[in-house]
């Protein structure tokens, strides 16, 4: 059967290649889910691509993956660093969750260091730009085969 992988966007992602590019960069995220469907294509799976700048319809979202991927990738971006809610749907997805930030955040300040939902992440990628979603994918498709 064809691996479904679904990517999720948190708050303000909308706004990638348009403001503090010292941090984010250059790229919007249109941009990056081309890349991300290029790459799904050639590896022969079905890509699900969304954002919302709101916490309760990522939580929904997440829900519906249970039925409608094999692995999550999820950058939480500001919630992050707050949502229980997250942490709790991410929890009972019962699926690889990759956990993804465009930034290291680890090299931030205190505001954006700590990830809480982490915790709630099979793995974690950050820091490597634009380029990490399709790192992430790769690295979901390796997880979702694994089982
Ligand atoms: O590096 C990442 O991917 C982040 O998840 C991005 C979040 C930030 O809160 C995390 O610490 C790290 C912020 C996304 C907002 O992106 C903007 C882009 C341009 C202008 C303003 C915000």
Redesign the pocket.
Known sequence: MTLRITILN????N??????PH??GLTTLGEIEAMCAERARALGITLTFRQSNHEGVLVDWIQEARESADALII????Y??RSVALVDAMKALGKPVIE????N?HA?DEL?RHSITSSAATAVI?GLGPYGYVAALEAAVHLAKRG
């Open positions: 948190g708050p303000n992602l706004l990638l290649g348009t403001r503090e941090i984010y950058n939480p971006a500001a992050s660093f993804l930030h465009v930034s955040i931030r954006h950050c």
